[in-house]
């Protein structure tokens, strides 16, 4: 089906609908309003709309307007609710702060996005009072929620700093009152009881990477005289089993393991979900390779066109539905993230928002006190480029961090109402676009959305989805309901301490 | 034809003519900055009026490839930039009060510090038509001493009994 635009034209009446945009999807055509309410339509469906003559009374005239399609009946106050659930985010202020304890790693991956540092480079470790001047601003921000995650590198290198960080901030926010957490992203070679016992009775939460099976992690993460994947995956069964040692519900509380998305991963994307299954980890998050760290050296060897990419998403999605019929439980963290902004429950995840995260609602603080608008930010800095460098904790305020001219700027450039195509696309009140990626590929902050490589995936992605919706299958759709259910891990907060 | 961008690639340069009445100056601007970490940028006349640009490699000679994809992407940052220009101007509005609402709630309300460093000491406005005065400072009686020295501008019905 193809939809038959220029044959409508003549009979076209814009006088009876609300502002909408319009993509066709599989073999419907999806259109959305202002504020993200959307319908999917038969070609029929929709010429009846466009050219004005839906029959009052008929369940089609029902479900446009229940969805604010009509101008007679426009809901103003409906559209101003679902506006609200996804800008309200950005009264809040940063709530997510990295702290880079070190830029030592004791692994060498082939798209390292960290700048990493050799471990007898001690000088890329953060001292205790960067830490410190670091929290104090984090401590600063008017956002009632926290979260310190610690990164590197790799934090285990620098664990003592890690340690004396988590008990300056508890400390300072016995005045400060905020809900603070604590996550820390580690690739699990260095970990030992000793270590894990005292993350798990500070609460922090645990992130590591899986690549996917055991070839292909150690293929694209060395680890010097060991199994990368080994390391990480005993780990992780142990961490959840201690999880589950102490009383805590095991559906909810596991170790999160990220995957990066190479050439050599995308015809296993069914070994990579089975691995994760294995594992016992209920979500996988099929990200793409970026130009940040080392990918831009390593390019010809893991860098692949989106097309590719999102094959290997749809085949590996699709896959985890089969799963899911069958009773495993597993999500893809894209799907999810879009799928809840599709059901008008924004998550308010960073990289995917309208304005996006970066200097508003997350701010990187470098080993060497350098704070920056995001993680990319820090990266494009440690390979030579310092265009999102804010200041530095010992002589920068927190309003003069959040407030710099760099902060505008992505504010505005990465508000989808004001970019090209994204300002017609049907995916504006779902997508997101990202000012660090814009400026080291056509080296402007507002980059060009149809020659952008993130475009393509979100664009992609969200075709997926809405295809797979159009096809209203209940099981399929209840699949996805549940994949946009989020349960908040409240024992990853820290205990009260005024 | 008329092409709207015609492009020379001669002596190791990319050279373009613009028309002018196609594309705001503004967006050539910002179209051609983006360019000067890769080559050296000139902006021309001719005599027609048309705008001249020219893309010079910094170092060494430039392939005819490489010419070729900068007036390409030159081309193609041009009209997002120009795209953008528009659009900016009818989202005014909304991107603006958008981005006040982000970065008013990053900054959060002024603590006691911003308070304290607020110059106090500052005359305060100008305000000769009693704009910020309360209606019975405004209008109160004037003692005859007073009402010798009330400015031409205040509302002299207001004075009468
Ligand atoms: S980034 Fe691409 S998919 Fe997203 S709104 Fe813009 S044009 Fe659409």
């Known amino acids: ?498 | 034809m008329n092409h709207t961008i015609t492009t020379q690639l001669s002596n190791g340069t990319a050279t373009f003519s613009v028309d002018p009445s196609l594309y705001p100056l503004d967006a050539l601007y910002g179209a051609a900055y983006i360019f000067i970490d890769r080559c050296f940028v000139f902006l021309d006349k001719d005599e027609a009026g048309r705008v001249v640009v020219s893309l010079s490699p910094k170092k060494g000679p430039a392939d005819e490839p490489t010419l070729q994809s900068w007036a390409g992407e030159f081309g193609n940052e041009l009209l997002s930039c120009a795209w953008r220009h528009q659009i900016s101007a009818q989202n005014r509005q909304v991107l603006e009060q958008v981005t006040s609402l982000a970065l008013a709630g990053a900054m959060g309300p002024p603590s006691l510090d911003d308070l304290s460093n607020f110059d106090f000491s500052s005359q305060p406005l100008e305000d000769p038509l009693g704009i910020a005065m309360s209606w019975e400072e405004k209008y109160k009686k004037k003692t005859p001493a007073a009402a010798a020295g009330t400015p031409a501008v205040a509302a002299p019905e207001a004075v009468k009994p």
């Open chain 1, 1 to 498: 089906m193809n939809l038959q635009l220029p044959a409508l034209a003549p009979r076209l009446d814009v006088t009876t609908q609300a502002f909408f945009r319009f993509r066709q999807v599989g073999k419907k055509v999806l259109i959305t309003n202002y504020e993200g309410f959307w319908a999917l339509l038969t070609p029929e469906e929709f010429e009846r709309y466009a050219t004005g003559t839906v029959q009052p009374g008929t369940p089609l005239h029902q479900r446009l307007t229940d969805n604010n399609f009509f101008k007679a009946t426009y809901d103003t106050r409906k559209a101003a609710d679902r506006l609200w659930q996804r800008r309200q985010a950005l009264t809040q202020g940063p709530n997510l702060h990295l702290l880079i304890v070190t830029l030592r790693c004791n692994e060498s991956c082939v798209y390292c996005h960290a700048s990493r540092a050799g471990m007898d480079q001690v000088e890329t470790d953060m001292s205790r009072e960067t830490a410190e001047r670091s929290i104090d601003l984090i401590l600063q921000s008017p956002n009632p929620n926290l979260t310190i995650e610690f990164q590197g590198g790799e934090p285990l290198v620098a664990f003592d700093v890690v340690k004396h960080a988590i008990a300056y901030a508890n400390e300072k926010n016995k005045t400060a009152g905020k809900q603070l957490e604590f996550t820390m992203v580690t690739n699990m070679s260095l970990m030992d009881e000793e270590k894990l016992e005292y993350l798990l009775a500070n609460r922090v939460q645990l992130c590591t990477s899986v690549d996917g099976p055991e070839h292909l992690h150690d293929g694209q993460r060395k680890l010097p005289g060991a199994s990368a994947h080994m390391a990480a995956t005993k780990w992780i069964k142990r961490i959840n089993q201690a999880y589950a040692d102490r009383g805590l519900d095991p559906t909810l509380y596991r170790v999160e393991a990220l995957l990066t998305t190479t050439r050599d991963s995308l015809p296993l994307w069914k070994e990579i979900v089975d691995t994760y299954v294995d594992l016992g980890c209920r979500a996988l998050f099929l990200r793409p390779v970026d130009p940040f760290g080392w990918v831009d050296k390593t390019a010809r060897r893991v860098e692949y066109p989106r097309e590719d990419f999102l094959e290997y998403y749809r085949n590996a999605v699709d896959y985890m539905v089969e799963l899911n019929l069958k009773g495993v439980q597993v999500l893809e963290r894209y799907a999810a993230i879009f799928l809840s902004k599709f059901f008008g429950n924004d998550p308010n995840f960073l990289d995917l928002r309208s304005p996006a995260g970066a200097g508003i609602g997350c701010l990187a603080f470098n080993y060497d006190g350098k704070v920056f608008t995001c993680d990319e930010g820090r990266m494009l800095h440690e390979m030579g480029d310092s265009s999102f460098l804010l200041g530095n904790v010992t002589g920068s305020s927190f309003k003069d961090i959040v407030s710099h001219p760099t902060v505008r700027s992505m504010v505005l450039a990465s508000n989808l109402d004001g970019q090209p195509d994204c300002i017609n696309c049907t995916y504006n009140p779902y997508c997101g676009t990202q000012s660090t990626h814009n400026h080291k590929k056509f080296g402007s902050v507002f980059g060009r959305a149809r020659e952008s490589t993130i475009c393509a995936v979100h664009k992609g992605i969200q075709d997926y989805l809405f295809e797979r919706i159009s096809t209203d299958d209940p099981k399929v759709l209840d699949i996805f309901q549940k994949w946009t259910t989020s349960r908040p891990r409240t024992h990853f907060l820290q205990p009260p301490t005024a």
